[in-house]
């Protein structure tokens, strides 16, 4: 009786044990994965983006080192290409949270980018297709609009400004954008599809001018 005793507490111990190691485990492998992979949307960018080793240099500070800098490396290049990477994950996150159709997030994280990045033209493209996913016509509307003002040759803008006049029931609008879009773009993957569009939007025009 009492080995069997003994062997239950041995194996009390060997589990408590296990338990620990895949914890110690689990909490490593959280630690090293990219923080927007945990954080998502939620991700504070300006807190997390990486400061360059050249800014951290302290003159005063005897005990730390000034980094050498090589010819080849330009500290200013380098920082260029931190903020383009911090650019580049904004963005992608956004595209991302579409993707999933999180849309309110999506707008949320598309205006965080704008206010950092107003010229980017897709990014206020793509902030008008998800009040579209929304149907907040109005709102994208005013986003595509604004992504003519910054590139009048966008050729998704109208593609998309086509859609919601389709909603709204104006096809000669409707018809006007998207005939534009496939001036732009007629060997596009959307070009079939705008050309069907094109085709009904006709055949609605003429019927209701018949019927009048």
Known sequence: MSKNVLRRKDFRVVTLFSFFVIVCFLAAVFAWLPQSWVT???RDYLDSAIVPMFENSQEDDENVLTPYVSGSLDPLS???TQLDNQRAQMFNDAIQLMQFKHHD???IQWHKFI?????????????GFSFIALKEWDFA???LE???DVRAEQANAYYALALIA??????ETALGNMRTYLHLRDSDAFASKARAAIWVWEDKIKTSKENK
Do not use: F, M, T
């Open 141 to 143: 509307k005013a986003a």
């Open 105 to 107: 997030a999506a707008v």
């Open 115 to 127: 206010a950092s990045y107003p010229s980017i033209v897709e990014a206020h493209v793509n902030l």
């Open 166 to 171: 389709e909603e709204k029931g104006e096809w």
């Open 40 to 42: 998502g949307h939620q």
């Open 78 to 80: 380098h920082a260029r």
């Open 146 to 148: 604004h992504a003519l």
